[in-house]
């Protein structure tokens, strides 16, 4: 199979003849570090190093590493998002760092060495303050048909559709609950939620409105004819935490969250004919049927340390339900600190539990962060590689 089919077969819960890999998402990636690390151990140069994403501090993988890993998928960035290593920062009272379209301040403290930075959390909440919902409606919400972003990327998807066979995935077009924890700050949307849900609804309804925008103008631009030029959109969402959902299901997340995001994905699916992967962190078994039943076809990142997540368990009550997308090996423990041959068995025993019957796509758990060994990277992808085979 070519990549493209090998991918949307797994989808479809069919067998392919390899399990498909990504590397290189928006939660499938690597540390700028980590990145240069392994490129310096496995040979490869990099001409031009770039940012995919500034806050995660992610790298945007080269091709010649890309076929290194056997990766099947290629993420569809504009070339305009796509930033160099001397990207500048703003500077705002205790912090530096940079503003999203939201308003949101993603930094560390100001008087911080930028080397020293492994990544950006909100610092500055622009909702934080807010007490009703009028407000909300009032707030300078950004334009999502703003075509500003998008530049290059029409051309970019006709070269990735017309000259290779991968599948293609777009980053993510939409975050709804979850972006209201960093527009009101974490601890204040979880008082919320419970206190004065009017106000995370009509926040999430905002939200929604600007990601169906822009998800619809991404779309647009690459569009030929009756197709577009992708298989899979990324949606964030996190719901959960290691131990469990961070809100009761029946009393917060059906009435509250869920109306909200299963629209949402509803209106991807009827905007082009695509697979939702839907990321959400954490143990989130209780999650599951919601999402399979909400129109996501994938769930990432299959965080196999969280309770409740080990992997042959998962695929036994789980996998007819929704793919699979990640669970590769344990990326706070095992990619870490563990020794190569530990992170070859874990990844070995792993995919035997999750491929059978397709419904899996390897990657990473979450990005490889900065403190990751090249060669245990190297053993994680290599031990993958060998063992993604069916027949």
């Known amino acids: 199979m070519k990549s493209r089919e090998r991918v949307l077969t797994a989808l479809n819960h069919q067998e392919p003849d390899k399990v498909p890999i990504d590397f290189g998402g928006n939660q499938s990636g690597i540390h700028i570090k980590a990145y240069k690390r392994l490129l310096d151990h496995l040979g490869i140069v990099d001409d031009e190093i770039l940012y995919c994403d500034i806050i995660q501090q992610l790298a945007h993988p080269c091709e010649e590493l890309l076929q290194r890993f056997e990766v099947d998928i290629r993420w569809l960035r504009p070339p305009a998002s796509l930033l160099p290593e001397d990207f500048p920062l703003e500077v705002e009272g205790r912090f530096q760092g940079i503003r999203d379209q939201f308003g949101v301040l993603w930094g560390d403290r100001a008087e911080k060495d930028i080397e020293d930075i492994l990544f950006y959390d909100p610092c500055i909440h622009p909702l934080r303050d807010v007490t009703t919902v009028q407000e909300i409606r009032e707030y300078d919400w950004p334009d999502g048909t703003d075509r500003t972003p998008f530049k290059g990327l029409r051309e970019q998807a006709r070269k990735l559709r017309e000259r290779t066979h991968y599948a293609i995935a777009a980053p993510p077009l939409g975050c709804i609950f979850e972006y209201t924890t960093f527009l009101f700050g974490f601890t204040t949307a979880l008082r919320h939620l419970l206190r004065n849900p009017e106000l995370i609804i009509a926040t999430m309804e905002e939200l929604e409105k600007y990601w169906i925008d822009y998800a619809t103008t991404y779309l647009e631009e690459i569009q030929f004819g009756d197709e577009h030029y992708v298989n899979i959109i990324a949606v964030n969402g996190d719901l959960a935490v290691q ?62 340390g969280a309770a409740d997540m080990e992997p042959c368990s998962l695929k036994q009550h789980y996998g007819a339900m929704i793919t699979f997308w990640g669970g590769l090996c344990d990326t706070q423990q095992t990619l870490p600190f563990g020794s190569p041959n530990q992170i070859r068995k874990e990844v070995k025993d792993n995919i035997a539990c999750l491929k059978p019957g397709g419904g899996y796509i390897v990657s990473n758990i979450h990005n490889i962060t900065a403190e990751v060994p090249p060669e245990n990277v190297v053993a994680e992808f290599d031990a993958a590689m060998k063992h993604r085979r069916y027949h």
């Open 243 to 304: 131990t469990g959902p961070m809100m009761n299901i029946e009393r917060i997340y059906e009435p509250v969250i869920k109306p909200i995001e299963r629209r949402f994905a509803q209106r991807l699916h009827h905007l082009a004919d695509v697979k939702i992967n839907y990321h959400c962190c954490g143990s989130i078994v209780d999650f599951i049927p919601h999402f399979s039943e909400m129109g996501y076809d994938a769930v990432n990142p299959v965080q196999i």
